[in-house]
Each structure stands twice: as C-alpha cells, then as structure tokens.
C-alpha cells in the first residue's frame, strides 16, 4: 500500500508511521487497502472478506451508490465499477447499462453492492425487486449474480443469505 505517511516495516504487511495521521488519513487508508484487496486478478475466497471489503469501500457516501464487482469464470477479480449514484435514499438503476458493464468487461460472475447512507442496512422491497430484475436479466446472458451485498456504517446484509439469489 503505498500513502505519504506510510513506510513499509520490517515484516510483510506491516508499515511504519513517519508522521501523525488524522482520521481522514486512517479512512483513505482503508479505502485504499480494499480497493488493493480487490484489484483485478485477485481471487476471491472468503465472502465475509469481500463484504468487509465492500463495506469499507461504500459506507460513508451522503448519496446511494450501487456499484458492481466483476469476475471470471474462477471468480477472480476483473474489476470494481460504481455505476450509479443517487440521492439520499435512492439511485436510479438501469438494468440495460448493469449488463452492459458486465458484457464490456467479459464477467461470468458479478456481485452487486449497494449502500443505505441512512445506516440502516436491512434490505427493503425495492431492493428485492431489484435483484430479481437484475438475476433475470444476468441470467439472458450467462452471467451469475453470486450475492448483492447492501452496506451502511452500521453492518452489512447479504441478499444471497437471505435467499433472495
């Protein structure tokens, strides 16, 4: 992970503080570091790690954000997309342009994350409905939806564990 106040440390995976870090900076670290756990190529094993990966990336917006993480066919990373960006407590979904994105990039799997800036992250109507939508229009074109994952600063809720996938 490279950041200014960083050194890496003796040991892998360690790093050495040259300077007093604020808040800001410890956030912006987080990001960075997932965003590295999820850089492309990487392969994904554990699916709390990826939600706490997930989660780390989207639970501080003001705005809804539904974003996608692409893969291949051994569910390795291909990339991570923010599509879109809504208001407060809600963002316009396209289903034509979420497939379009996966189409562009080849996935044969993706996993669909979304935000409740309310905090609050237990999954409402829309976001049932949504994922179907989105599982049948993934479905026309051979694609898996493995989970959609809604995060807030107050947890995560799985919609796969709940048996909507």
Excluded: W
Excluded at 90 to 104: D, G, N, Q, T
């Amino acid at each position: 992970m490279k950041y200014p106040k960083l050194s890496p440390g003796e040991t892998p995976d360690t790093y050495v503080m040259e300077s007093p870090v604020t808040e800001s900076d410890i956030l912006q670290m987080a990001q960075q570091l997932a965003m590295y756990r999820l850089s492309k190529g990487r392969a994904l094993t554990e699916s709390r790690l990826v939600i706490s990966h997930l989660q780390t990336l989207l639970q501080f917006h003001d705005y809804e954000v539904l974003a996608l993480l692409l893969l291949d066919t051994e569910h390795r990373v291909i990339g991570f997309k923010e599509l879109f960006r809504g208001a407060l407590e809600v963002a316009c979904v396209s289903p034509r342009e979420v497939v379009k994105i996966a189409l562009e990039h080849n996935a044969a799997a993706v996993i669909l994350v979304h935000n409740h800036p309310c905090g609050d992250p237990e999954p409402g109507q829309a976001d049932g409905i949504l994922t179907t939508t989105l599982r049948n229009a993934f479905n026309m074109i051979g694609t898996r939806i493995l989970d959609h994952v809604v995060v807030s600063h107050q947890g995560c809720v799985s919609l796969a564990e709940q048996g909507y996938l």
